[in-house]
């Protein structure tokens, strides 16, 4: 399976900063994906991070709040901007191929205070 | 709409017995269902799968039964044990479209 190493693990933000948060893939991988679980929560997908394109957002997900770029087929980001506690979640990088199916990354966990 | 429903938020089974968590979903198109395991403060580890074409797959403890006019697939875990506590999520898609999860049961196997 493909290995992902998703930084920072966790952090500690104050309400309106920005915090990106990195995904990076050991292998080259066509679909990439942005997950958040609140807490208590199920995994509620972001967006789709296209290469070479705009990410494709779910419903209530806006790309002013989470700006996303997917410079190759190896790496992606995530942008959680303007901060406020309900942002406070896990945030997950999850990739999928035909060889692996579905990985995740070890996730990162958030607190805005 | 949720597509993917585990409608027991948690269950607690005494270690070296069953554990039964339940999912059901809405959407006759997904051909292709998950289970991930999770503990807390780490990423969801992939667990066990089934084709919308099996009825069953098993893989040691573990295992999955698919009741596609139910709409309905459940994971098994014998003997259950106490490192098996955990939440356990049920997911599924269809063709390339990302996972949809379930909320989540959290097991407890208590020794």
């Known amino acids: 399976s493909a290995v992902i190493s998703q930084k920072p693990s966790r952090d500690i933000c104050q309400r309106g900063t920005s915090l990106t948060i990195q995904c990076q893939v050991d292998s080259q991988v066509t679909m990439m994906f942005w997950y958040r679980q609140q807490p208590g929560q199920s995994l509620t997908l972001i967006a789709t991070a296209n290469q070479g394109s705009e990410a494709t957002y779910e419903s209530g997900f806006v790309i002013d709040k989470f700006p996303i770029s997917r410079p190759n087929l190896t790496f992606s980001t995530l942008t959680v901007s303007n901060m406020s506690p309900e942002d406070s979640s896990i945030y997950l990088c999850?990739?999928?191929?035909?060889?692996?199916?579905?990985?995740f990354g070890s996730g990162t966990r958030l607190t805005v205070v | 709409d949720q597509q993917v429903k585990q409608n027991s938020p948690s269950l607690s089974v005494q270690e070296g017995r069953i554990s039964i968590l339940n999912c059901d979903y809405t959407n006759s198109m997904f051909d292709y269902f998950l289970w991930y395991k999770k503990y807390p403060a780490e990423g969801p580890t992939f667990l066990i799968s089934i084709s919308s074409i099996k009825d069953k797959n098993e893989d040691g403890r573990f295992t999955v039964f698919l009741n596609k006019s139910a709409k309905h697939l459940s994971l098994h875990i014998v003997p259950s044990q106490p490192g098996d506590s955990a939440v356990y999520f049920c997911?599924?898609?269809?063709?390339?479209?990302?996972?949809?999860f379930g909320k989540g049961t959290r097991l407890s196997v208590i020794a």
């Open positions: 997911a599924a898609y269809s063709g390339n479209t990302p996972l949809v």
């Open positions: 999850s990739v999928a191929g035909p060889d692996y199916g579905y990985t």
